[in-house]
């Protein structure tokens, strides 16, 4: 099956989500294919900033990665996805190239942070994750077939079948006819171990 992931490269929760795929992809006949989605896109006209974001660095890294798609393919995007998502806290930023030359893609890749060439392709892949479960989510959406959801957010990455049994248990609740939301505990800090 195929599973299309809508992603903000900056958003570490997101990040975690994105992991916790890759690990059903092990114990699961998934495909995972690549997509952003912009949180600045999403706050664009909004009175106030949710993610306190007032100098605009969440456009520089959906930049890179609209570049990525567009000169390298899904697959780049995922293997530079990875390398990147280390760096999402401050104390471990480390720019662009880095990542870039990890994940075997050009590092002047990174120019695509400074320019607003990509930003129509941002716009677009943003709207087609949205027009799939609606603009009153954020990121990630997940969709394999018609069944689309926002999430899972998780502070921790579940490994082998326990990673397989909650893609089972979300595909099934987010295919229930009327169904809407489910939430768990509060909000922990993400681990990346």
């Known amino acids: 099956m195929i599973a299309d992931i809508w992603f903000d490269p900056a958003c570490p929760y997101t990040w975690i989500t994105s992991r916790w795929l890759l690990e059903a992809a092990q114990v699961r006949p998934i495909e995972i294919r690549w997509h952003v989605l912009s949180l600045s896109v999403l706050n664009e006209g909004r009175d106030d900033d ?3 974001d007032p100098e605009g660095f969440l456009w520089l890294p959906v930049r890179v ?5 567009r000169h390298h393919g899904q697959e780049a995007l995922g293997r530079f996805y990875t390398e990147f998502g280390h760096g999402t806290s401050e104390e ?3 720019g ?5 030359s990890r994940a075997g893609l050009p590092v002047e ?3 695509a942070a400074e320019t607003e060439e990509y930003d129509d392709a941002v716009r677009a892949s943003t ?3 949205i027009g799939r479960i609606g603009d009153h989510v954020g990121t990630p959406i997940i969709a394999v077939g018609d069944v689309a959801f926002f999430g899972p957010v998780m502070s921790q990455i ?12 979300t595909l099934l609740v987010a295919s229930t006819p009327g169904f809407h939301e ?3 505990r509060p909000h922990a800090d993400p681990q990346f171990g």
Do not use: S, T
């Not at 990665?65 to 798609?69: D, K, M, R």
């Open 50 to 52: 949710p993610e306190g």
């Open 65 to 69: 990665c609209a570049a990525i798609v």
């Open 92 to 94: 471990d930023w480390e």
């Open 96 to 100: 662009f190239e880095a990542p870039l």
């Open 109 to 111: 890749l990174a120019a």
């Open 127 to 129: 709207a087609e994750g």
């Open 158 to 169: 579940p490994k082998g079948e326990d990673a397989g049994r909650l893609w089972d248990g």
């Open 182 to 184: 489910l939430k768990g």
